[in-house]
């Protein structure tokens, strides 16, 4: 069984900056795709930004710039380095990986930006 285990939500101020990660264990042999998405009250879960094994990385317009996703393969994880935080970046987080045509979704985690 695998299972993802997110960290690093909480309260910031407009312009600050979180971290998120993502850790992956269980019967994993090799990750294709890590990625984060976010949903927010009202709204359908949108794509934020994904990394797939080589590096190659994919953002959302909405945070071009001011977010960077990176990967530990070593620990499979991922995490999101989230700077320039906008009340409009509120939302659940959750962290998505894909592997041998499986996709698992983490619990999400909360990240909350004040005016």
């Known amino acids: 069984q695998v299972q993802l285990v997110e960290s690093g939500g909480g309260l910031v101020q407009a312009g600050g900056s979180l971290r998120l990660s993502c850790a992956a264990s269980?019967?994993?042999?090799?990750?294709?795709?890590m990625g984060w998405y976010r949903q927010s009250p009202g709204k359908q879960r949108e794509f934020v930004a994904t990394?797939?094994?080589?590096?190659?990385?994919n953002y959302a317009d909405s945070v071009k710039g001011r977010f960077t996703i990176s990967r530990d393969n070593a620990k499979n994880t991922v995490y999101l380095q989230m700077n320039s935080l906008k009340p409009e970046d509120t939302a659940v987080y959750y962290c998505?990986?894909?592997?041998?045509?499986?996709?698992?979704w983490g619990q999400g985690t909360q990240v909350t930006v004040s005016s």
């Open positions: 998505q990986i894909v592997f041998s045509g499986i996709t698992v």
């Open positions: 269980g019967s994993i042999f090799a990750i294709n795709v």
């Open positions: 990394i797939i094994s080589y590096g190659g990385t």
